[in-house]
């Protein structure tokens, strides 16, 4: 799929893999719609961008109201869209089941999960509406495929949000809309300071190797241009993959270990 000239929008545009791909995408031609709930750091990426092919918008995807209201301001400023890349997303504490509050277990699963969602139900006319190639992007983890301890509440989102988008794939199988789920492990951002989450250990003790946002981006916008259905970013994803479907029982020891020393 050609990205010049496309509209795209892209959730949690204003730091980590969203900032990114909101700059390697503006590089290539396209017309950004940068979506996310902190205004300052979308102020910060308007003004270090500097191009007339972006445009910003304050949102709370955990808000179905916010995400309605977008969709309001998006129609004035675009007469279609192209491409959505669901992106935005938040970890939990790490603290098993029993530990989570109910408030944190409901934002989890409306930014991860309901925030995607209601996105591509509120904009699925603008995106059938016509025969040109369009696209779905949903950045799903590691976790949704994959059981890590002290994150049961993110990783059901990332499940959740993983199966939608096989069923969504397989709803506009004959449609002009293609459909992505993205599966990254590892990745070196800021989630765990926007997730208002605190962990002891620090980036370079993590117990895996650490994908780079940029890296992370480009191969998201590649698979895109390549007309991708499934993806999964990092040696760790890759790895756990494997490892899980040929003993899931070991597997998840082996992540218990590693897993050890990251306690909130």
Do not use: C, H
């Not at 910003?56 to 969709?71: A, P």
């Not at 890349?85 to 409306?110: C, H, L, R, S, Y």
């Not at 397989?170 to 990745?187: C, D, F, S």
């Not at 765990?192 to 981006?217: F, R």
């Amino acid at each position: 799929m050609e990205i010049k000239n496309r509209n795209i929008i892209v959730t949690g545009a204003a730091s980590g893999v969203g900032k990114e791909l909101t700059k390697q995408l503006l590089k290539k031609g396209g017309n950004v719609a940068a979506v996310d709930i902190n205004e300052d750091n979308l102020n910060i990426l308007k003004e270090e961008l500097n191009n007339d092919k972006l445009k910003t918008y304050v949102v709370d995807m955990g808000s179905n109201d916010s995400i309605k209201q977008f969709r309001s301001e998006y129609i004035k400023d675009y007469s279609d869209v192209d491409i959505i890349i669901n992106n935005a997303g938040i970890i939990q504490p790490f603290v098993n089941v029993e530990n989570i509050d109910d408030n944190t277990i409901n934002k989890v699963m409306n930014v991860n999960f309901f925030g995607p969602v209601n996105l591509i139900r509120y904009f699925m006319e603008d995106l059938t509406k016509d025969k040109t190639e369009q696209y779905i992007v949903n950045v799903s983890s590691m976790g949704g495929f994959f059981p890590f301890p002290g994150q049961t509440i993110y990783g059901a989102s990332k499940a959740a949000l993983k199966i939608f988008t096989e069923g969504l794939y397989a709803e506009l199988e004959r449609t002009n809309v293609r459909v992505m789920i993205v599966l990254p492990g590892a990745m070196n951002t800021n989630i765990t300071a926007n997730s208002k989450v605190e962990v002891k250990t620090s980036k370079e003790e993590s117990p895996m190797k650490l994908l780079e946002a940029d890296i992370a981006a480009y191969q998201i916008i590649e698979g895109i241009e390549k007309n991708k259905f499934k993806l999964f970013l990092g040696q760790d994803a890759k790895f756990l993959k494997f490892l899980y479907k040929i003993n899931s029982k070991y597997a998840i020891s082996f992540i218990n270990k590693k897993m050890g020393n990251i306690k909130q």
